[in-house]
Nanobody
Framework: QVQLVESGGGLVQAGGSLRLSCAAS????????MGWYRQAAGKQRELVAH???????NYADSVKDRFTISRDNAKNTVYLQMNSLKPEDTAAYYCAAAINGPRLLTRPDYWGQGTQVTVSS
């Protein structure tokens, strides 16, 4: 079993930056794909960015050119650098991992506990 532990959320003004981190408890091929979901109050959870073990990335249109996902395989850690934050980025952010892309998109194998990001206007 793999555990995902997130850190780095908080309160920031619009235009500011935050970096989220997600550390996996151990290496496993079941975390080949890692990503960040977010869920705003009253809205569905959405996948905002994901990355493969080899470093291929993909972003939701709403965060493209503002957010950057990266991973350090030696540390089993994935990061989400969030720049030019907007009030509409306010949400609980969840790290997720899966063995492949379709599974990450539909039913991740592992979830973190979530970290709150609040962007004030």
């Amino acid at each position: 079993q793999v555990q995902l532990v997130e850190s780095g959320g908080g309160l920031v003004q619009a235009g500011g930056s935050l970096r989220l981190s997600c550390a996996a408890s151990k290496f496993s091929f079941s975390i080949n794909y890692m990503g960040w979901y977010r869920q705003a109050a009253g809205k569905q959870r959405e996948l905002v960015a994901h990355i493969t073990q080899s470093g291929t990335t993909n972003y939701a249109d709403s965060v493209k050119d503002r957010f950057t996902i990266s991973r350090d395989n030696a540390k089993n850690t994935v990061y989400l650098q969030m720049n030019s934050l907007k009030p509409e980025d306010t949400a609980a952010y969840y790290c997720a991992a899966a063995i492949n892309g379709p599974r990450l998109l539909t039913r991740p194998d592992y979830w973190g506990q979530g970290t709150q990001v609040t962007v004030s206007s």
